[in-house]
């Protein structure tokens, strides 16, 4: 890969960082000019992504490794910063891609009014995750998470209000714990390997003497913590649920991606360091697989207790993330392939879901809402007042509301026919079912985690039918809420990809399968990040 296209790696970083470095020249008072440049940046993101998505799904060279490596300054690895583009980083910029449209979208109805430098935080947001999907080293992927979280604090914050301001104080102390212990991890990691690619780092890692390894593990375990904290892993999940249900709608809807980041890199570093012959990876398995069950038990609670919808909204991404990162540890390829699939449509369906929330919640009242429990509580509700309202037909902002809502449950659930159905068959099936690799008997880790796959998602449907019932079949109030067309598209369009995710189920299980045998072979990853060359090398060739 040379010329213009190669030239693109680096693009989905320098976009959102231009377009962010522009914006902050510009006055607060020209709100229409700082969002149309906004959403331009995101729209040039959006095809860079699909342009690089289709450059790594057709990448293979001689040797059989597929992906493109940009060395920054031209310096080759692991002296200088490499950026790597493979299938699954591809695809994390696609739907980060995704995610932005709709969530900017969405705030252009009135969110972006609302404070000060709104389209230049969530600009810098993007960048730190872009940078953090591509980067090929630990010391950048630092920079790059701290550039994210930069700009999550504000974003957090952004719209003030006493519950926000607290959640948001919350959710900087933790990240701030979590930055320090990074660094000290990278520090125990340099100091021991002498090197922060991550590439070189597998290659010495099975090299280095039983007395220093012990550093570079604790190093590692470390980063591992920092990773599990973001991820949302039980019990360094109690900051989630509150800061995102917290945050403003459009902020809430990019934040779905944040957990997966964690997701990402452990997935990353797991995968690289699995051929190293010694007992590292099982051990981090071990741990991801019984914190992965934890959460999963702990978010399903959490669903079922939750009587606010963006609670709720916050405990299915820990039921998420838990189901994640019980797969990584879990092992095996066919099960991984699922869980990819899993994680493009849960993502898409939980941004669509805070997105939706506002809406719903917008028409609703507070005191109304805890009346309504108490009723379900003890039975005061009165029937003769519900058969008056029999044949009252719903205004059609909420028949849209009530449908875009039972598709979330659905999705959330894993019921058919929709994409959360096809990912956890396709986790099941890979787990216990004929897509299983080895015909050895399914142990008890097995079981545990295909049970509690499909007890969340009866956990998810009894509260998201509660959750409906309440708001749009016997709700107590009969306000309609004001939803304008640009609030309403975003949902519908998030919705939508989980449907083409469906229709497309084959084509799109093909690339995760594809992914995750790349991934499985860690040799493809090193070769591509040693083996590229600097511009201009060929030419001094004799």
Partial sequence: MTGLSHHLIVAPILVPFVAAAILLFIDERSRVTKAMISLGATVIMLTVALLLLHMANGMENAAGNAGGVYLLGNWPAPFGIVLVLDRLSAMMLMLTATLAIPALAF?????????????????????????????????????????????????????????????????????LASALLFLVGVSLVYGTAGTLNMADLALRLPELAPDRRVFLEAGLAVLGVVFLIKAGVWPLNFWLPTAYSAAAAPVAGIFAILSKLGIYILLRLVMLTSGDGTALTEVARTVLLFGGLATITFGAIGVLASQALGRLAGYSVLVSTGTLLTIIGFGGQASASGALFYMVSSTLTIAAFFLLIELIERGQDA?????????????????????????????????????????????????????????????LSGMIGSGAESDAAIGPAGWVSATLLILSGLCALIAMTRSGIRTFWASIE?????????????????????????????????????????????????????????????????
């Fill in 107 to 175: 705030s252009l109805a009135r969110w972006h009014n609302s404070g000060a430098h709104f389209h230049t935080l969530f600009q810098l947001l993007l960048m730190g995750l872009n940078g953090a999907f591509l980067t090929g080293d630990l010391f950048n992927l630092f920079v790059f998470f701290e550039v994210m979280l930069a700009a999550s604090y504000g974003l957090l914050l952004h719209g003030s209000g006493q519950l926000r301001v607290k959640a948001g104080l919350h959710y900087l102390v933790i990240n």
């Fill in 367 to 427: 005191g109304a809402s805890v009346l309504a429990v108490s009723m379900e509580v003890y039975g005061d509700a009165d029937e003769d007042d519900a058969d008056d309202e029999i044949g009252v037909t719903m205004p059609g902002t909420m028949a849209v509301l009530a449908v875009c809502f039972s598709a979330c449950a659905i999705l959330l659930s894993g019921l058919p026919p929709l994409s959360g159905f096809v990912a956890k068959f396709a986790i």
């Fill in 478 to 542: 009969g306000t309609v809420p004001r939803v304008l067309v640009i609030e309403v598209a975003p949902v519908l369009m998030l919705l939508t990809l989980t449907l083409v995710l469906t229709i497309g189920a084959g084509p799109v299980m093909r690339y995760m399968q594809e992914t995750t045998a790349t991934l499985s072979e860690p040799r493809n990853y090193i070769n591509a990040v040693f083996e590229a060359r600097r511009i201009g090398q060929e030419a001094a060739r004799p």
